[in-house]
Antibody
């Protein structure tokens, strides 16, 4: 069974940093592109970042470029999102998502339960 | 960026009836070389993460009931739920994956009338 479990969310002040993690199991992690997708409270979905299977290429939405860094550890089946210079508009539930089998790298076929990041003073 | 616009924002349908949700992209998401539409549909129930329903505009994900169907091409797409059941109450999102950044529609909230 595919499982994605996020951790690391919490309350942080504007300008602060936070590191999210996602523990993956139940599939061959090193064969799948992975992504982060966020959802502001009561709002829709926004793709944030994706990383290739071997970590060689990373992609970001413009609003987080230069502030967020996606990374992965295939030996430990984990995905991270380092978030710096956080802003109030980054407040959201952050989902770890597998961009896996259906349409590799582009369609999100499994999602974690999400972790809430709140940026507020 | 490709803007995805869904209509309506919300709708209420009686049990057993048909629900139709529309999604329009700001540019064509049909890739001519493979004749595929780069569009997916997701269902998100309250308090849960999204669930993939359909990709390539009309291909159902494994395990998705056949009352869910997708259609359309180019810039205009439709998700149809035939024979609405109580468990279909959710917010539905379309997503284009033709080009980065991948973008979603604003969502359509489906309720029971």
């Amino acid at each position: 069974e595919v499982q994605l479990v996020e951790s690391g969310g919490g309350l942080v002040q504007p300008g602060g940093s936070l590191r999210l993690s996602c523990a993956a199991s139940g599939f061959t992690f090193s064969s799948c592109r992975m992504s982060w997708v966020r959802q502001a409270p009561g709002k829709g979905l926004e793709w944030v970042a994706s990383i290739k299977e071997d970590g060689s290429d990373k992609y970001y939405v413009n609003s987080v470029k230069g502030r967020f860094t996606i990374s992965r550890d295939n030996a430990n089946n984990s995905l991270d999102l380092q978030m710096n210079s956080l802003r109030a508009e980054d407040t959201a539930v952050y989902y770890c998502a597998r961009a896996g089998v259906a349409v590799p790298g582009r369609v999100f076929d499994y999602w974690g339960q999400g972790t809430l990041v709140t940026v507020s003073s | 960026d490709i803007v995805m616009t869904q209509s309506p924002d919300s709708l209420a349908v009686s049990l057993g009836e048909r629900a139709t949700i529309n999604c329009k992209s700001s540019q064509s998401i049909l890739y001519s070389s493979n004749n595929k539409n780069y569009l997916a549909w997701y269902q998100q129930k309250a308090g849960q993460p999204p669930k993939l329903l359909i990709y390539w505009a009309s291909t159902r994900e494994s395990g998705v009931p056949d009352r869910f169907s997708g259609s359309g091409s180019g810039t205009d797409f439709t998700l149809t739920i035939s024979g609405l059941q109580a468990e279909d109450v959710a917010v539905y999102y379309c997503q284009q994956y033709f080009t980065m950044p991948f973008t979603f529609g604003q969502g359509t909230k489906l309720e029971i009338k």
